[in-house]
């Protein structure tokens, strides 16, 4: 029986590797997650989704799996798993993990056996083919991997090519083949057999190829798209997983969905059609970033068009509430100035702003304390994606690097992997070793220590706010209206449910800006909830937003 349960949930996303550090070797791990799940009850989620800790050779941190039932040794053993499992559900909280089945590594068994030779039994896990022109010198089409460059890898053993949306070292899986599928089914059997409650699913619209694989329409960067987001058979393979697996538990399954827009989600994320319950999507954090890494001005009534057409979604359709992942960069740097004096009245709006909505809210670690990018020199990028794009642009017009350079200080998925800062100290309590990666100097004053001192620091908002959420059906049910969409300054928007209505007003400038109210009919509403210490306890049509305050009112008719 699916009970839905997600949709009282509030996520927290745990990043391993950057999370906390057991035993000194600079790298989070299980046992460090497990000493701080009392931090995560009293921040009052109540489930987490885990970032993948299967065994990995870490080309793409953990996104490149070698062996999907077992635990990388760098974050401990099953048993640490179990015992983590166990502390979770002990204290309330569900676990989903991450399913990254797209593609493996290059050092899983079954991609190790499939070049070998073409009538090895596992070729046809994978997607051969012969290169193009009359010496088969180029790859089989002109398709890109994410990470720059052409998608095919040439193999000199069988004289093929093989296909990789992601790294070379990260070969797509040959979802065609029903074993593969069938493989698949497995994983998911086996985890979900030792208590996983669901699964947050590695870019899945990429899972079903158009046949033949065409040559995609020009682009040097995200070429190909056309043949393999949503491809022909990705509901028939979506709704066979969920038949022989996920139906079989009460499970949530949220699928990254890369490509997907606001008309295609009915058709993968409605309740009847028995694939995702819901989808993690990509539409607004365009409305400020093109090409997956570049970042343009962010302009307000894109930003709010594009969220409220996702909150106008069928009543069938369930929502994932994101602003932070593992893979961009923190929001108080992106959406507003991270690094002055309002960081904390900005990192709570950014709350405000998403967690009234309808959807299920995520919280990426060190959100909840106000995290912010790190400022780093080329040589101190670690992730594949920046060292990628320093690469490709030194070598094929190196006068484009400063532009290179600005646009991974804003953008590059180092920002968000940054160790957890859970104190001021050196190794910011993180680890007592030497880090994997730098730690953000500012975890001297940015610290989870230090706010949960302060009474009214960025944590103790969190706290209120997600106690605030929970069981609370107005903000689970209620419908969505916005006003004043075209306000480049302010976001303002209602969730009703019968007599009563949530009003919430965000101001995303650093600056005073005034609100005419008048017809929303709301005078006299209380309010709730403010990140300013003296908000008017009425609201009155005439109203002054001071530099990002968000302000909550609540009006029973
Ligand atoms: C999406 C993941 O979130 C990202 O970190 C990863 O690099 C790609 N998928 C490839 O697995």
């Known amino acids: 029986m699916k009970t839905r349960w997600y949709k009282d949930a509030v996520f927290y996303q745990i990043y391993p590797r950057s999370f906390c550090d057991s035993n000194g070797d600079g790298i989070g791990d299980i046992q460090g997650i497990i000493s701080k799940l009392d931090y995560l009850k009293e921040l009052g989620i109540n489930a987490v989704w885990l970032s993948p800790v299967y065994a990995s050779p870490n080309d793409d941190n953990g996104y490149d799996i070698s062996d999907y039932k077992a635990i990388n040794p760098e974050f401990g053993t099953l048993e640490d798993w179990k015992q983590m499992v166990a502390g979770m559900h002990e204290r309330g909280i569900r676990l989903v993990m991450d399913l990254v089945v797209n593609h493996t590594s290059d050092e899983h068994f079954w991609f190790r056996e499939s070049r070998k030779s073409k009538d090895n039994p596992y070729r046809d896990y994978y997607i051969w083919r012969k290169g193009r022109g009359k010496d088969g010198k180029k790859p089989p089409n002109n398709w890109t991997s994410r990470f720059t460059g052409s998608a095919w890898k040439y193999d000199a053993a069988t004289d093929e090519w093989y296909l990789h949306l992601f790294s070379e070292k990260q070969p797509d899986l040959n979802w065609d083949n029903p074993k593969v599928r069938k493989e698949v089914i497995d994983i998911c059997n086996y985890w979900l057999s030792m208590g996983v409650d669901g699964f947050r699913c590695d870019v899945i619209t990429y899972i079903s190829k158009a046949e033949g694989l065409p040559m995609g329409k020009f682009n040097?960067?995200?070429?190909?798209?056309?043949?393999?987001?949503?491809?022909?058979?990705?509901?028939?393979?979506?709704?066979?997983?969920?038949?022989?697996?996920?139906?079989?538990?009460?499970?949530?399954?949220?699928?990254?969905?890369?490509?997907?827009?606001v008309g295609d989600a009915a058709s993968i994320i409605a309740e009847e059609k028995n694939e995702l319950d819901s989808a993690i999507t990509f539409e607004l954090m365009e409305v400020d970033m093109k090409l997956n890494f570049f970042p343009v001005k962010l302009r307000l009534p894109k930003f709010k068009k594009v969220i409220s057409a996702w909150q106008n979604l069928p009543p069938s359709c369930w929502n994932t509430l994101y602003l932070e992942n593992h893979d961009q960069p923190r929001s108080v740097s992106r959406y507003g100035n991270g690094a002055g004096i309002y960081r904390k009245e900005l990192a709570k709006m950014l709350a405000v702003t998403l967690h009234f909505l309808r959807g299920t809210p995520y919280v990426y670690q060190g959100q909840e304390i106000g995290m912010t990018n790190i400022a780093l020199k080329e040589e101190e990028y670690i992730d594949i994606m920046a060292t990628r794009i320093f690469t490709i642009i030194r070598k094929v017009f190196p006068p484009l690097m400063?532009?290179?350079?600005?646009?991974?200080?804003?953008?590059?998925?180092?920002?968000?992997?940054?160790?957890?800062?859970?104190?001021?100290?050196?190794?910011?309590?993180?680890?007592?070793?030497?880090?994997?990666?730098?730690?953000?100097?500012?975890?001297?004053?940015?610290?989870?220590?230090?706010?949960?001192?302060?009474?009214s620091s960025v944590l103790n908002f969190y706290k209120k706010l997600i106690s605030l959420r929970l069981g609370n059906q107005i903000l689970r049910d209620g419908s969505y209206k916005e006003y004043f969409p075209k306000n480049r300054s302010l976001f303002v928007y209602e969730r009703a449910l019968g007599k009563q209505r949530y009003i919430v007003i965000c101001n995303f400038k650093e600056k005073n800006v005034n609100l005419n109210a008048i017809d929303m009919g709301a005078r006299g509403a209380e309010l709730v909830l403010s990140n300013y210490k003296d908000a008017p306890k009425a609201f009155t049509d005439g109203q002054t937003l001071r530099p990002y305050e968000a302000r909550v009112y609540l009006q029973i008719k």
């Open 220 to 261: 040097p960067v995200m070429c190909g798209d056309e043949h393999f987001v949503l491809g022909p058979h990705i509901h028939e393979y979506l709704n066979e997983i969920n038949r022989e697996s996920w139906s079989k538990y009460d499970t949530m399954i949220v699928g990254e969905a890369i490509g997907c827009k």
């Open 402 to 455: 400063p532009l290179a350079r600005w646009a991974m200080s804003k953008r590059a998925r180092d920002h968000a992997r940054t160790p957890m800062q859970w104190s001021g100290r050196p190794g910011a309590g993180f680890t007592t070793g030497k880090p994997w990666m730098k730690i953000n100097p500012n975890h001297v004053d940015i610290n989870v220590e230090n706010e949960k001192k302060n009474p």
